[in-house]
């Protein structure tokens, strides 16, 4: 009669996961949850890493600003002088006056 009892003991028994599913579904529903908060579209590591990347391109807004305040400044010079626009024409672009003697440098 032992044997029989012990047998639906054995019988009876859930399985361990069978006993904890709403542990283990809260574990699951938790683990899903903090998934989402460091890799999500608005998780920490992406907000972060957007933060970083805002910071350089605000740095790189700052230079760019600089130069195009400096080239305007050129610019307006070059137009306002007519020494300035002769000189820049004939170094940058290569302009020359009739009369003018041309030397060119050979490399070796």
Request: aromatic share 10%; net charge positive; proline share 2%.
């Amino acid at each position: 009669m032992r044997r029989s009892s012990e047998a639906r003991k054995f019988s009876r028994r859930k399985p361990w996961w069978k006993k904890h599913i709403k542990k283990l579904l809260l574990i699951l529903a938790l683990l899903g949850y903090l998934y989402y908060l460091l890799f999500g579209s608005y998780g920490f590591i992406n907000i972060t890493r957007l933060k970083r990347k805002e910071v350089l391109l605000r740095k790189e807004k700052r230079v760019l600003l600089k130069e195009r305040m400096a080239l305007t400044d050129s610019l307006s010079m070059i137009k306002q002088d007519t020494f300035l626009l002769e000189k820049f024409a004939r170094e940058k672009l290569g302009m020359m006056k009739p009369g003018d003697t041309i030397i060119l440098e050979i490399e070796k």
